[in-house]
């Protein structure tokens, strides 16, 4: 349970750092990298920004994918002792199954009596 709570947590914090890449880009070209100027000489140059924020954001999007399929795999199972899963079904002693029951014999019922049908709405009696 504590391994899936911290792969839970890692998954929280590569999306954030994710969707905060993603937002620095400008899909036209600009982006962080525009605000260094259009010198190319400058401490990191445009083009090197640019790259270095498409393999983050690969970078991030293949650790995403690699964390999701670790979660998927270590999800706590209910009803299961070590992570084995449950095969037998316990049976109770005192359980009745379909084919125990009695046979029920037949009630006689009585047979109904005939009601005086009810007088019909407007006629006087």
């Keep these: 349970m504590g391994f899936y709570i911290f792969i839970s947590v890692l998954i929280l914090i590569v ?3 994710l969707g905060l890449i993603v937002l620095i880009q400008n899909p036209k070209g ?11 000489n400058q401490i990191m140059g445009v083009r090197k920004t640019a790259d270095f924020l498409e393999k983050g954001t690969w970078g991030l999007s293949i650790v995403l994918l690699f964390l999701s399929l670790i979660a998927a795999y270590s ?3 209910q ?12 049976v109770d002693q005192n359980m009745v199954l379909p084919t125990q029951l009695p046979t029920a014999t037949p009630v006689p019922v009585a047979p109904a009596q005939e009601e005086a049908p009810a007088a019909e709405p407007g006629t006087n009696e």
């Design 30 to 40: 600009g982006g962080l990298s525009s605000t260094f100027g259009g010198q190319g």
């Design 75 to 77: 999800i706590p199972k």
């Design 15 to 17: 999306c954030v750092l």
């Design 79 to 90: 009803g299961s002792n070590n992570g084995t899963p449950q095969t037998e079904l316990s």
